[in-house]
Nanobody, 127 residues
């Protein structure tokens, strides 16, 4: 599975962005759980959100809960991250990832649970 993240950019605090992650594997995309992670300069990569293969289950990091929404369209082989009420501390490179296990669990917040990664898209939030 090849993943291509897009939609990043520069936005003022309080603004919104929607990230997209398009997968190349049409036949199997719907079997993967998908996650979003981010990495700010000088910091470790951190979990943002994840969604199960069907879209029926989602989990979020506490820092984004209530502001970010993860969703997917299996017909378009795409997962989205709607980011509202953005804060300067949301500034990071955002990565999408695919987990062949398909369902969410306690390990879904850890990067080593994911099999495939996209190249990242930069999100910068100015104060």
């Amino acid at each position: 599975v090849q993943l291509q993240a897009s939609g990043g950019g520069l936005v003022q605090a309080g603004g919104s962005l929607r990230l997209s992650c398009a997968a190349s594997s049409g036949r199997t995309f719907s079997s993967y759980a998908m996650g979003w992670f981010r990495q700010a300069p000088g910091k470790e990569r951190e979990f943002v959100a994840a969604i199960s293969w069907s879209g029926g289950s989602t989990i979020y990091a506490d820092s984004v809960k209530g502001r970010f929404t993860i969703s997917r369209d299996n017909a378009k082989n795409t997962v989205y991250l709607q980011m509202n009420s953005l804060k300067p501390e949301d500034t990071a490179v955002y990565y999408c990832a695919a987990d062949g296990y398909g369902v969410l669990g306690g390990s879904s917040k850890y990067g080593n649970s994911y099999d495939y990664w996209g190249q990242g898209t930069q999100v910068t939030v100015s104060s």
